[in-house]
């Protein structure tokens, strides 16, 4: 996933995160509904839903905006929303998997077709694209959770298959039907997680050049800012020569 997350890395820096907060919740507290509803209201009997507010809550999400998602599970006011995924070619034939939650099929297919076609791509069948990936469990703890060898050992013992170590934190992967009993025992070894999460992993990656690159953001940040569109994914890599250009502008 190294070129989403060079992207975010970038869109971080920019600051971009705290303009997109509010719009961040709104889509944490879409998923804590949908998960409710569709298992118990109880984040220690749902696994789906105690993921979803373990994120929530990594994301400094308010603990009343959270009960509130989850009490709008149970009430006559909440959507019924469809679980959506996409799959298309950004520029440069980079591949692109966007995952949303909509109760307009239509309106979220015409809007993801028409943000592709506006950068230059192309959006594909179902399975177009997926095959390149594949379907993982990431777990991401702090760099104070504990030194590499520590980390690392945990992991072992609880299951994962992954390490990935460096300043910035640990990422921890793990099978995706794995990823419920790997992150509770992690839990238990190093405390709560910074994030857990499914996601689509690239199997191999495609490097592109700055004007691509650019392009390719500019997809991305606006596929995100779609209301429906809950994740997006993509396999494209960034050298650090163009790295250090597009952080500096």
Partial sequence: MAGHSQFKNIMHRKGRQDAVRSKLFSKLAKEITVAAKMGMPDPAMNPRLRLAVQNAKAQSMPKDNIERAIKKASGGDAENYDEIRYEGYGP????????????????????????????????????SVSF????????????????????????????AEDVQSSDDGH???????????????????????????PLWKPQTSTEVDEEKAQS??????????????????????????????????
């Avoid at 966007?98 to 592709?116: H, K, Q, Y």
């Avoid at 990422?171 to 997680?193: K, M, N, Q, R, Y």
């Avoid at 390719?216 to 163009?242: C, G, P, R, T, W």
Wanted: aromatic share 4%.
């Fill in 92 to 127: 440069g034939g980079v591949a692109v998997i966007v995952e949303a939650l909509t109760d307009n099929r239509n309106r979220t297919a015409g809007a993801v077709r028409a943000i592709f076609t506006k950068a230059g791509g192309a959006l594909g069948e179902t399975g």
């Fill in 132 to 159: 390149m990936f594949d379907r993982v469990g990431e777990i991401v703890y702090k760099p104070e959770a504990g030194d590499p060898e520590t980390v690392l050992e945990a992991a072992i013992e609880a299951g």
């Fill in 171 to 197: 990422t921890i992967l793990c099978a995706f039907e794995d990823l419920g009993d790997v992150s509770s025992a992690l839990e238990e070894s190093l405390g709560e997680a910074e994030s857990v999460k």
């Fill in 216 to 249: 390719l953001m500019k997809l991305i940040a606006n596929l995100e800012d779609d209301d429906d569109v809950q994740n997006v994914y993509s396999n494209f890599e960034i050298s650090d020569e163009v790295m250090e250009r597009l952080t500096a502008a």
